[in-house]
Nanobody, 123 residues
Framework: QVQLVESGGGLVQPGGSLRLSCAAS????????MGWYRQAPGKQRELVAR???????NYADSVKGRFTISRDNPKNTVYLQMNSLKPEDTAVYYC?????????????????WGQGTQVTVSS
């Protein structure tokens, strides 16, 4: 069984910063791509940022220059540093990962989601 556990959300004023963390645990062989998505009320879930196993990144246009995604491979953890936050960044942020895991018999790959963490940007 594999789990993704997020932390770091909260309430912040416009222009402020937050750092989200997502740690993967379980019978993990390797973690391929990891990323962050967000979903605001009444809107579809959207990609915020994604990072591959070798460190290639891509970002939504709306967060380029403000958000930075990084990962610590030995810790199976991905981070999202969010600076210059805006009210429109308010959403539930979800961690996502493509993980190769051991079933006890063989290795398989599966896409996993975290439970989500609320980020609210408001004065």
């Amino acid at each position: 069984q594999v789990q993704l556990v997020e932390s770091g959300g909260g309430l912040v004023q416009p222009g402020g910063s937050l750092r989200l963390s997502c740690a993967a645990s379980g019978s993990i062989r390797s973690i391929l791509a990891m990323g962050w998505y967000r979903q605001a009320p009444g809107k579809q879930r959207e990609l915020v940022a994604r990072i591959t196993g070798v460190g290639n990144t891509n970002y939504a246009d709306s967060v380029k220059g403000r958000f930075t995604i990084s990962r610590d491979n030995p810790k199976n953890t991905v981070y999202l540093q969010m600076n210059s936050l805006k009210p429109e960044d308010t959403a539930v942020y979800y961690c996502n990962a493509d993980i190769s895991y051991y079933t006890g018999i063989s290795y398989r790959e599966k896409n996993y989601w975290g439970q989500g963490t609320q980020v609210t940007v408001s004065s």
